[in-house]
């Protein structure tokens, strides 16, 4: 019988615990990182926001007063550093002009919030989902590659896709937002540590319960 997704996070707790994911210290870094981290490793990001905070840019208001080309100087280690300036500069306008500050957005509906998020350039399903779950506490998930390699390898879902894991996802676990954001750190860890490219699976902590160890398994 398949893991169910409950089963894989009680797995997964058993071996990583609480990962105190998203690593930020506030609701601004988490909105930072999350545009930061398009396309590139989480090393990279690290690298790009000690360059922001050493040259004194921690929040959305340092950014907005910022000029997007000196922006782009401090984060060029996350690639794609003048898309990204840009992204960065108008996200964190727009959040500022509607709802002043982050605390003041976390306050408001999850459709609203969508509403607001998604018709803004950069932001696609993975980044908003990010910002929802990390930054404004809203009982989002964010499906990125390796979950759906996750899943598809365990064989919790058939041909996974991001609807299909994000609705899975929350139908199991519910609105428990610290659950939704631990369930995503593991399985970061998860990818990073076991189930990478190409998977180690005699080591891996779900092994005995993955459809592809079982398959494969000599
Ligand atoms: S057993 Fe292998 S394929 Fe399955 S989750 Fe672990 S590393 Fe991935």
Known sequence: MNLSISGLYNKLYEYFGETGWWPAETRDEVVI???LTQNTSWSNVEKALFEMKRNGVRTLEDIASLPVEQL???IRS???YNQKSRRLHNLATKILEKYGKL?????ESMTDLENFLLPINGIGQETMDSVLLYALDKPAFAVDKYTIRIFGRTGIIDDPTLYSVKNAVNKDLGNDVPMLKN???MLVYLAKDFCKTKPKCDECPVRNDCA???ANRK
């Open 33 to 35: 990182g999350a545009i």
């Open 72 to 74: 782009a100087t401090y």
């Open 78 to 80: 996350s690639g794609f």
């Open 103 to 107: 605390d003041f957005m976390s306050v």
């Open 183 to 185: 369930f995503h750190g």
């Open 212 to 214: 592809y160890y079982k």
